[in-house]
Nanobody, 126 residues
């Protein structure tokens, strides 16, 4: 079955960096667009970044543009999120997710995804 396992979260100072990873198994990783979402306490889950199957197209929510970079290694079946210039408002539980359809490109709505990891916590605080 599909399995997504995130890692790399932790505590960072404002202005610092974290690199999240998501190890995928149970499906043909290179056939699906992938995404990163986050959820802060008391808030809805929000789209952070998405990447197409080949890794040639990416999209980001406005608040992370220029600071975060999504990438993928299809040979290693791994998704990454490099987070730089971190802000306290980036504090959240971060999830990776797989889109439902092989034909789909990047998607921003959670209902377009059918598999989720358990999340990794990123905390930005001095």
């Amino acid at each position: 079955q599909v399995q997504l396992v995130e890692s790399g979260g932790g505590l960072a100072q404002p202005g610092g960096s974290l690199r999240l990873s998501c190890a995928a198994s149970g499906f043909i990783f290179s056939n699906y667009a992938m995404g990163w979402f986050r959820q802060a306490p008391g808030k809805e889950r929000e789209f952070v970044a998405g990447i197409n199957r080949e890794g040639s197209f990416t999209r980001y929510t406005d608040s992370v543009k220029g600071r975060f970079t999504i990438s993928r290694d299809n040979a290693k079946m791994t998704l990454h999120l490099q987070m730089n210039s971190l802000k306290p408002e980036d504090t959240a539980l971060y999830f990776c997710a797989k889109v439902k359809s092989e034909d789909a490109g990047t998607r921003e709505m959670p209902y377009s995804y059918d598999s989720w990891g358990q999340g990794t916590q990123a905390t930005v605080s001095a």
